[in-house]
């Protein structure tokens, strides 16, 4: 049995121009769905440092981690076992430019974010998010 391969990401947000918040999602095409920015740790790389990484790589953007979210695992495409830990995250700046890995990014709102993911694991992730974020907003 092999390790699994292990991944770390944010579950970006912002405040949005109207009331409320909206989440980042990113469209990747070599598998052509929508996700959260994530990607795997290099060596030596902790949990939190490559998720802020994998978001300014992916997105363009700088955040600040506000809560751990529970880990996700599943299989890959090649049905290898991974893991992915997960920070609820505020964006702080940046700007988007599309690149291999990442073709385009989308601003929404939570019912439109759950809608457009393509994983039933992040439409998990993201109800999650709401709720942690709600807790820390109050």
């Known amino acids: 049995m092999s390790t699994p391969a292990r991944a770390a990401g944010c579950v970006l947000w912002r405040r949005s121009p ?13 598998w052509d769905d929508w996700s959260f920015p994530k990607g795997h740790l290099k060596p030596g790389e902790t949990e939190l440092a490559a998720a802020l990484r994998e978001v300014e ?21 090649g049905g290898r076992a ?6 609820l995250a505020e964006e702080t700046g940046g700007s988007f430019a599309p690149n291999d890995e990442i073709d385009a990014i989308r601003w929404l709102p939570p019912e439109a974010a759950a809608a457009l993911l393509t ?20």
């Open 57 to 77: 790589e992916e997105t363009g953007r700088t955040c600040r981690p506000l809560t751990r979210l529970p880990r996700v695992a599943y299989r890959t495409h």
């Open 119 to 138: 994983a039933a694991r992040d439409r998990s992730l993201l109800a999650r998010a709401v709720r942690e974020l709600r807790a820390v907003r109050e």
């Open 18 to 30: 109207a009331p409320g918040v909206e989440f980042c999602l990113v469209h990747r095409p070599k």
């Open 82 to 87: 991974k893991t992915v830990d997960y920070w």
